[in-house]
């Protein structure tokens, strides 16, 4: 799998761009702000049908413009695909896959598997559980669409069960029976995420570790444990939980049992990550944690999928660089994009890749 065009039409700071990439290793450089992960977000709409950076569809819109038009097309298992994905202020967002129109945005997750390694992902060392939960839920989505539903489908039940916990408060009155609905409705669902997460978690354990020492020495030892306030998840767990802590989500006017609450631990050496790590450090256990993500989701797919990797070898040392590299080289099979603001630094990276090589230079939302 791998895309083969993408064009841009009011995107950020794009006015139009045609971009023809190439099936391995894609170098976007140029100085700061010339528009390079703007490229990167472009890819993440076209598999993940929203930007990595803001949710807000509208930011994305060129100044003084009023809509934006990401098209792209892709090869995989020897077909070729396409996707637009349309924004109109006022209008919202359309997306076309290979010439028919999405009713659900969801439809499209999985089927053009990404992994994106941000600058911002130290957030998942030092940020609260919902940017892990993100993480997490995103990877599983992309090889289980029913694990998706499942998540759809339990927000809502939540929505509706704390819009109820809040009328309750506001007329003052109590309907237990209601209240027990979403129970019964959220219940399998948690209960399925739940088991999907901790399965999750078995498989990347392993995979994650073994990222984690390729980069650095042996001796550190990286650990990730899922914390949750369901432990056994069975039926009853579930309903004695939500039972004793009734009281307590009526006062608050909030759901304080269920998966939407979960959370993971990173440590080193059994010391929380945020706490033991240096910047470089923190940045090593990201890249393993997003790498790992990459390897479980190949192995989940049956083929690699796309690889961002924006601004990596940004404060990292010679060393972890030179294993970062050696990584990308010999594990990486699938197609990568990667920006840098130093085009010296990304031709010493692959200066002896066996892959196909392809620089891009930017400079002012123009390729040069
Ligand atoms: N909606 C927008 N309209 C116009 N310019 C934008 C918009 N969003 C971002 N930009 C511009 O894009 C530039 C940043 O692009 P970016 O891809 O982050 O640069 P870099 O090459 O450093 O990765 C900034 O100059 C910013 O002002
Ligand atoms: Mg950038």
Redesign the pocket.
Known sequence: MHIQSLYLTF???YEALQIDFVQGVNCIT????????????ALHFLAMTRGFRSSQDK?????A?SFFLIAGAWEKAGDMHNLQCNFMAGKGKKIVLNGKPLEKFSEHIGNLPLVAVLPSDTELINGGGTVRREFVDSLISQYNRIYLQQLILYKKCLEQRNALLKSFAENRYFDKEQLTLWNTQIIPAGRYIWAERANFLKDFLPIFENYFHKIVSQSEKPTISYESKIKENTAQEWQSLLEENEMRDRVNQNSSIGTHKDDWSFLIHDISAKHYGSQGQQKTFTIALKLGQYDLLAQQKGFPPLLLL??IFDKLDNYRLESIADILDKHIEGQVFI?D?SYERLAGVFAHSKREVKFFE?EK?KIK
Do not use: C, Y
């Open positions: 995107f950020r700071n140029g100085k700061n702000g010339a528009g390079k992960t703007n490229i990167l977000d930011q994305a819109i060129k100044e413009e924006d601004d920006t603001t930017v939302g």
